[in-house]
């Protein structure tokens, strides 16, 4: 057991002096730049998006005769379980 641990302990020792003599690349510095040019604009935009996306949901619901958001998506749920249903059967 003894001999076992000592040719670990020396490969060990091996490993490490091996990875010492390794010249690693300089590390690169990370620039995290937002896609946009002005924080104001974007938070400006941020709530137009909302609104937007809001009337269509109400669009939506109204096409398809649903009282609410959750409504419409128990509806779109049925009609993506009906296809996959049908495409199973047939």
Same mark, same amino acid.
């Given at each position: 057991?003894?001999?076992?641990?000592?040719?670990?302990?020396?490969?060990?020792?091996?490993?490490?002096?091996?990875?010492?003599?390794?010249?690693?690349?300089?590390?690169?510095?990370?620039?995290?730049?937002?896609?946009?040019?002005?924080?104001?604009?974007?938070?400006?935009?941020?709530?137009?998006?909302?609104?937007?996306?809001?009337?269509?949901?109400?669009? &939506? !619901?109204?096409? =398809?005769?649903? #009282?609410? *958001?959750?409504?419409?998506?128990?509806? &779109? !749920?049925?009609? =993506?379980?009906? #296809?996959? *249903?049908?495409?199973?059967?047939?």
């Amino acid at each position: 057991m003894e001999s076992l641990q000592r040719r670990v302990e020396s490969w060990i020792r091996g490993q490490k002096s091996k990875i010492l003599k390794i010249t690693w690349p300089q590390q690169w510095k990370m620039v995290v730049r937002w896609p946009w040019a002005d924080a104001r604009e974007q938070r400006k935009l941020i709530p137009e998006e909302y609104e937007r996306r809001k009337k269509q949901l109400q669009e &939506l !619901c109204l096409a =398809v005769q649903a #009282e609410s *958001v959750a409504d419409l998506q128990d509806i &779109l !749920c049925c009609m =993506v379980l009906s #296809e996959c *249903v049908y495409k199973v059967k047939f």
